[in-house]
C-alpha cells in the first residue's frame, strides 16, 4: 500500500524536476556560478594555509581543499542557485498554479530543489574524485560521516534557500540576500580557514553556524578523528539546523509575488 502510495508522488517529483532541470539549464549565468565557483574557489584556499600548521591539527592540504569544495558546492550549487530559482517562480506566478494541481507543498518545494541537489551530488562525486588523483585525499577513512556531511549540507542548503528567497522581492535581488550567509558560511564554517586551527573560543562560536555541523563532518570523514561523541553531537547540531530550517520555511515561505 505504501509503495503504491507512493508512486504518483514519484512521478509528480520526477515530471517537475524535469521541468525545473530544463529551466536552469536555459539560465547560463546559473549554471555557470553552479559549475564553476564550487572548482575554482577552492583554489583561493591554498595560499591561506601555507601559513598554517595543519599537521598539527591531523589536517593535510588535500583535506582542506575537499572540505572547501564540497562546502563551496552547498553554497554555490545549491544554496544560491535555488535563492534565485525560487523567487523567479514566484515572481513568475510558476509556484501560485502548482498549487492549484494535485501537488503538495512540500512536493512542489522538493521537486523545484531536486535538480540543483542532482548536481551538488554529481560535482561532490567529481571533485572528491578529482582531489584523490591530484592532491592525493584518498578516499573517505570514515565514509559514513562524508555521506552524513553531504546530505544534511545539500538538504539544509536547499532549506535555507526557501527560506532566504522568503524575503527576496526579485530574482536580481537574490545575489544580495544570499550573500550574508554565504560570506559568514565561507569564512566561519570551516570553508576557507579550518575551524580547528581558529581560537578555540572563536571555534566554538563558529561551530553552531548553520553549515558548520556538515563541514565538519565532510572533513572528518575523510581525517576521520572524529570521536563517537562529538560526532553524534555534530550530527545533532546539523539535524536542529535542518528541522528548524524546515519548520521556518513551513511558517514563512511565500507562495505571492511580492507586489
Known amino acids: 500500500m505504501s509503495t503504491l502510495a507512493l508512486a504518483p508522488t514519484a512521478r509528480r517529483l520526477r515530471a517537475l524536476a524535469r521541468a525545473e532541470l530544463t529551466l536552469l ?10 559549475l564553476l565557483m564550487p572548482l575554482t574557489l577552492p583554489l583561493s584556499v591554498r595560499p591561506a594555509t601555507d601559513g598554517l600548521d595543519l599537521k ?18 552547498f553554497l554555490f550549487a545549491v544554496y544560491t542557485t535555488l535563492v534565485s530559482a ?18 503538495g507543498d512540500a512536493e512542489i518545494l522538493a521537486g523545484t530543489a531536486l535538480p540543483a541537489v542532482c548536481v551538488g551530488l554529481a560535482q561532490t562525486l567529481v571533485l572528491a ?17 562524508a555521506v552524513l556531511g553531504v546530505g544534511l549540507g545539500m538538504v539544509l542548503s536547499a532549506a535555507l534557500a526557501a527560506l532566504t528567497a522568503s524575503f527576496t522581492r526579485t530574482p536580481e535581488s537574490a545575489q544580495v540576500t544570499a550573500l550574508p550567509l554565504v560570506m559568514v558560511s565561507m569564512t566561519g564554517s570551516g570553508m576557507a580557514v579550518p575551524t580547528e586551527v581558529l581560537p578555540d573560543r572563536l571555534a566554538d562560536v563558529c561551530e553552531f553556524l548553520p553549515l558548520s555541523p556538515a563541514i565538519r563532518l565532510v572533513r572528518a570523514g575523510w581525517t576521520g578523528d572524529l570521536s563517537a561523541y562529538a560526532a ?28
Open 25 to 34: 539549464g536555459r539560465n547560463r549565468s546559473a549554471v555557470a556560478t553552479a
Open 129 to 145: 574524485a578529482g582531489c584523490a588523483v591530484l592532491l592525493h585525499t584518498g578516499a573517505p577513512r570514515a565514509p559514513y560521516l
Open 56 to 73: 598539527a591539527h591531523g589536517l593535510t592540504i588535500g583535506t582542506v581543499m575537499i572540505t572547501a569544495a564540497i562546502g563551496f558546492t
Open 86 to 103: 525560487f523567487v523567479a517562480r514566484r515572481e513568475e506566478l510558476v509556484l501560485k498554479r502548482l498549487r492549484t494541481g494535485e501537488l
Open 232 to 259: 553524534l553531537g555534530t550530527l545533532a547540531t546539523a539535524l536542529a539546523w535542518t528541522v528548524v530550517a524546515v519548520f521556518a520555511v513551513g511558517r514563512r515561505f511565500r507562495w505571492e509575488p511580492r507586489r
